[in-house]
Antibody, heavy 121, light 110 residues
Framework: QLQLQESGPGLVKPSETLSLTCTVS??????????WGWIRQPPGKGLEWIGNIYYSGSTYYNPSLKSRVTISVDTSKNQFSLKLTSVTAADTAVYYC?????????????WGQGTLVTVSS | QTVVTQEPSFSVSPGGTVTLTCGLSSGSVSTSYYPSWYQQTPGQAPRTLIYNTNTRSSGVPDRFSGSILGNKAALTITGAQADDESDYYCVLYMGSGIWVFGGGTKLTVL
């Protein structure tokens, strides 16, 4: 059964780059059956889709974040990563990694437990 | 950018039926938007309830159902229970690989 776990710094300074990693277990990140993605949730607010990546490297990003986001895959470590540049306090959020089946009909499932990232000096 | 709309809050009596909706600021939701629904309790990751409009995720009770009602996607809870008190989110596929979440509905069971 697929399981995802986020990791990375819990505190990032303004204007710096937020970097998170999602480790996949119970399946291969090179599988053609899944997209891998990031979703975030500011404290007390709703969910926001950040982007997805396919094993081939094809990426899809939220247009409002596209200029600052990079999602990549490391097949040797069975991980995928998120980089968000030039962060501000508005990027403070719980960041979730999640998988989605290859078909658009698939929901986002499973989800990681989430990791809180605070942007503060 | 198109906004996905949900009722900010809703309340239901125990044992009652409630329908939450997921719409668009412009246009109608159809099955081609592949709506899915998620339940989230405080401090927890979201849990998938429904995907592909009306397919229940594994282990989800059949009192949760999804549909298209008029021009919106809908999540109906029949026989609401106290532990259904949660935040509910929908997400829609906008094309070109883009997904957009609704703002969420806070459901109170009282």
């Amino acid at each position: 059964q697929l399981q995802l776990q986020e990791s990375g710094p819990g505190l990032v300074k303004p204007s710096e780059t937020l970097s998170l990693t999602c480790t996949v277990s119970g399946g291969s990140i090179s599988s053609r059956s899944y997209y891998w993605g990031w979703i975030r949730q500011p404290p007390g607010k709703g969910l926001e889709w950040i982007g997805n990546i396919y094993y081939s490297g094809s990426t899809y990003y939220n247009p409002s974040l596209k200029s600052r986001v990079t999602i990549s895959v490391d097949t040797s470590k069975n991980q995928f990563s998120l980089k968000l540049t030039s962060v501000t306090a508005a990027d403070t959020a719980v960041y979730y990694c999640a998988s989605r089946g290859y078909s658009y009909a698939s929901g986002f499932d499973p989800w990681g437990q989430g990791t809180l990232v605070t942007v503060s000096s | 950018q198109t906004v996905v709309t949900q009722e900010p809050s809703f309340s239901v009596s125990p044992g009652g039926t409630v329908t939450l909706t997921c719409g668009l600021s412009s246009g109608s939701v159809s099955t081609s938007y592949y709506p899915s629904w998620y339940q989230q309790t405080p401090g927890q990751a979201p849990r998938t309830l429904i995907y592909n409009t009306n397919t229940r995720s594994s282990g989800v009770p059949d009192r949760f159902s999804g549909s298209i009602l008029g021009n919106k996607a809908a999540l109906t809870i029949t026989g609401a229970q106290a532990d259904d008190e949660s935040d509910y989110y929908c997400v829609l596929y906008m094309g070109s690989g883009i997904w957009v979440f609704g703002g969420g509905t806070k459901l109170t069971v009282l």
